[in-house]
């Protein structure tokens, strides 16, 4: 028989692909280094926005997060950069959670090409969990 006693317990997280409308959700951990869409975060303002958030965390209960940054093809910063930066800011403070950043550069373009190009438009809540689902995957191929 195995002994399981001394293998380590996996971390759970929960990503975002940080929108003005909308906010795509996904949840994984270290062990299977798997992400799966959970939900889209849709709000008229910050404090719907993170009470919606925090239902989320409560539900799934993370032991960190993880936050898209849109940077440019040449890894300047775009017009959203500072916008995620600061709402992953909001999250740890909000949250007491420790939050990393990961480059999503082109995220959401492959999910849109993956689910049919133009059609995928038309699923923007499908296309934001998926972006959310790369983000937290590319978080653990850099190994954290």
Excluded at 37 to 53: L, M, P, T, Y
Excluded at 129 to 141: R, T, V
Aim: with cysteine.
């Amino acid at each position: 028989m195995l002994n399981n006693m001394h293998a380590p317990k996996p971390t759970q997280y929960l990503a975002f692909d940080f929108g003005l409308k909308r906010i795509g959700v996904a949840f994984g951990n270290s062990l299977t280094k798997t992400a799966s869409g959970v939900a889209v975060v849709e709000a008229q303002n910050d404090e719907q926005r993170f009470s919606k958030i925090d239902g989320l965390i409560k539900k799934w209960q993370p032991e960190g997060l993880v936050v898209g940054v849109p940077r440019q093809p040449d890894g300047a910063d775009n017009e959203l950069t500072a916008r995620c930066e600061r709402f992953a800011r909001q999250l740890e403070g909000r949250f007491a959670l420790p939050c990393a950043m990961v480059d999503e550069r082109y995220t959401s373009a492959i999910m849109e090409s993956c689910m049919g190009g133009k059609a995928a438009r038309e699923q923007k809540g499908r296309i934001d969990m998926g972006s959310a689902c790369l983000i937290l995957e590319q978080f653990f191929l850099e190994g954290r």
